[in-house]
């Protein structure tokens, strides 16, 4: 079972960017969809972004557009999170996670935390000034 490893968390000021990638072990994301979720304290964990296998469709939650990116590299075979403008509602736990159907379903809504597989640890996002 591949296991998905978030990093690029970590303090950051209101106003600023952070950059959060995902990788794997054991298996290549080139064929899946990949989707970002966070989760603060407290709250349930939400669908964030979403990228599909082919990366024709890509999905942001309401909060974060204009501001986040989600971006594939196949040469690195990684898929990343661009931050940018962070605000006080942004920090929680970030994971990231696939799924495994082809084309833009997975993406073409909010992507569902339980239809995603091989979540890693997540990654830790605090703004403050």
């Known amino acids: 079972q591949p296991r998905l490893v978030e990093s690029g968390g970590g303090l950051v000021q209101p106003g600023g960017s952070l950059r959060l990638s995902c990788k794997a072990s054991?298996?290549?994301?080139?064929?899946?969809?990949i989707g970002w979720f966070r989760q603060a304290p407290g709250k349930e964990r939400e669908g964030v972004s979403c990228?599909?296998?082919?990366?024709?469709?890509?999905f942001y939650e309401d909060s974060v557009k204009g501001r986040f990116t989600i971006s594939r590299d196949r040469a690195s075979d990684s898929v990343y999170l661009q931050m940018n403008a962070m605000e006080p509602e942004d920090p929680a736990i970030y994971y990231c996670?696939?799924?495994?159907?082809?084309?833009?379903?997975?993406?073409?809504?909010?992507?569902?935390?339980?239809?995603?597989?091989?979540w890693g640890q997540g990654t830790q996002v605090t703004v403050s000034s």
């Open positions: 990228i599909s296998s082919d990366d024709d469709t890509t």
């Open positions: 996670a696939l799924h495994r159907a082809l084309g833009p379903y997975p993406c073409l809504a909010s992507p569902t935390p339980s239809d995603f597989q091989s």
């Open positions: 054991g298996v290549g994301l080139r064929s899946y969809a």
